[in-house]
């Protein structure tokens, strides 16, 4: 079983950027390919990013395309996504989630972070 940890959330105003960081405590993390998915109050948890288990192949949500950017540092067993040029709108929970196979699809994430919730202020 993963065990995700993510860190990097708070409050920042739009244009800010921020970086989240997610550790996982499996010795085989290149194993894995890695999601972040956000959850906004009164909404469904959707795609944000994926990477897959080389970090060569990368996909993104259109809303978060050009101004995000996921990689990961598989002898860190670690993942992150830099967001630029934050809205609003980018404000919710994110969370990381790992899985054998590349996949923008929530429901085929086996193992999932507790979350971190990132603010943006207008």
């Known amino acids: 079983q993963v065990q995700l940890v993510e860190s990097g959330g708070g409050l920042v105003q739009a244009g800010g950027s921020l970086r989240l960081s997610c550790a996982a405590s499996?010795?085989?993390?290149?194993?894995?390919?890695m999601g972040w998915f956000r959850q906004a109050p009164g909404k469904e948890r959707e795609f944000v990013a994926a990477i897959n288990r080389s970090g060569g192949v990368t996909s993104y949500a259109d809303s978060v395309k050009g101004r995000f950017t996921i990689s990961r540092e598989n002898a860190k067993k670690t993942v992150y996504l830099q967001m630029n040029s934050l809205k609003p709108e980018d404000t919710a929970v994110y969370y990381c989630?790992?899985?054998?196979?590349?996949?923008?699809?929530?429901?085929?994430?086996?193992?999932w972070g507790q979350g971190t919730q990132v603010t943006v202020s207008s």
């Open positions: 989630a790992a899985n054998p196979i590349f996949s923008q699809n929530r429901y085929e994430y086996a193992y």
């Open positions: 499996e010795g085989t993390f290149n194993r894995y390919a």
